[in-house]
C-alpha cells in the first residue's frame, strides 16, 4: 500500500474503476427482489431498470432526498448531471470499502440502498461538484437536506478522497477546508472542526489510511499522518505523526504501529 505522499485530495488518483461492482449489485438486486416481493417494485425502478451505473445511484440517491417540495426528478437530474467517470470512481471505491470493512454489511447492495453513511457521502460529492462549479447556493441546500435526511454535517467544499467510509454516519461533522485523503475509515460522532471563531484554512488534514474511532474530536488546521489511529472518545488538538494510535483527552501518543498497518482497513477498536 502507497505511503501518503502529502499531496491534496484533487492531486491524488483514484482507484480505477470496478465494472464488476456494479454486475454484483445488479444480481444481488434481482435475488432479492425473487425473495422479497415488497421490494421489488423499488428495486426494479432503482436498479434493474435503470441504463447504467450513473443512473443507479441518480436514482438512489434522489429518492432518498426526496422529503422537500423539489421533486424527485429535478432532483434525479441534478445529480446525474454531475456523475463524472471521476466522481463514479470514487463511489466503487467507496462502496468496496464498506464491503469489505463493516462486518455488518453482507452486499454490495445493502451499502448502496440502506447505508446512510455511505448514502451522504455520495451526497457530498455531489454537493462538493455543485460548489466547485461555482453554485454554492444550491451545493449549500443539497448538503443541508443531505445532513437532515442522513445525519452527516458536511461542508461542501470539504475535499474528500476515495475507498472512505462513515461507519453509521450519525453525529460526524466535517468543516468547510478540511481534507480526507483516500482509505479513511471515520465512525460515528466524529467531529472535524475549528477551534472557535478564526477564518481561512481551520479544519483538519486527514491523511491516507487513517482510521478515526467514535465520539473523537479533532479540532484546528492540523495534520493526523498517513495510517495513524485516533481512539474513540479522543480530543486531538495537536499533529499526529505517521503510523500511530492516539487516545486521551488531550490525545497523546500511545503506541507505535507497524509499518505494514493498516488501521482504517483492520478497524481494530484496541488501543
Known amino acids: 500500500m502507497p505511503k501518503s505522499t502529502g499531496l491534496g485530495v484533487a492531486e491524488q488518483q483514484p482507484p480505477l474503476g470496478d465494472a464488476s461492482v456494479w454486475s454484483a449489485i445488479r444480481a444481488e438486486a434481482a435475488e432479492l427482489a425473487a425473495r422479497e416481493p415488497i421490494l421489488r417494485r423499488l428495486l426494479t425502478t432503482e436498479i434493474t431498470d435503470a441504463t447504467g451505473n450513473h443512473e443507479i445511484l441518480a436514482r438512489v440517491l434522489a429518492a432518498r432526498l426526496s422529503v422537500t417540495q423539489v421533486e424527485t426528478g429535478n432532483l434525479f437530474d441534478l445529480i446525474l448531471c454531475t456523475l463524472t467517470d471521476d466522481v463514479m470512481r470514487k463511489v466503487e471505491a467507496d462502496l468496496a470499502a464498506v464491503r469489505q470493512r463493516d462486518p455488518a454489511c453482507t452486499t454490495f447492495l445493502h451499502a448502496l440502498l440502506n447505508l446512510k453513511g455511505f448514502h451522504a457521502l455520495q451526497t457530498h460529492r455531489i454537493a462538493h461538484a455543485l460548489w466547485n462549479a461555482g453554485r454554492p447556493e444550491i451545493a449549500t441546500w443539497l448538503a443541508n437536506l443531505a445532513s437532515l435526511v442522513f445525519g452527516p454535517d ?39 472542526g475549528g477551534t472557535g471563531k478564526e477564518t481561512g484554512d481551520r479544519h483538519p488534514k486527514i491523511r491516507h489510511g487513517v482510521m478515526i474511532g467514535a465520539g473523537a474530536k479533532i479540532l484546528g488546521n492540523i495534520e493526523i499522518g498517513a495510517f495513524s489511529k485516533i481512539a474513540a472518545g479522543s480530543v486531538v488538538l495537536k499533529a499526529v505523526p505517521e503510523h500511530c494510535t492516539v487516545a486521551g483527552v488531550p490525545a497523546t501518543v500511545v503506541r507505535i504501529h507497524r509499518a505494514d498497518e493498516i488501521p482504517a482497513e483492520t478497524m481494530d477498536q484496541n488501543i
Not at 154 to 170: C, Q
Not at 177 to 186: K, L, N, P, Q, R
Open 154 to 192: 458536511i461542508h461542501p467544499a470539504a475535499r474528500i478522497g476515495a475507498s472512505i467510509m462513515l461507519d453509521h454516519g450519525s453525529g460526524i461533522v466535517i468543516g468547510e477546508t478540511a481534507v480526507i485523503e483516500d482509505e479513511v475509515s471515520i465512525l460515528q460522532n466524529v467531529t472535524l
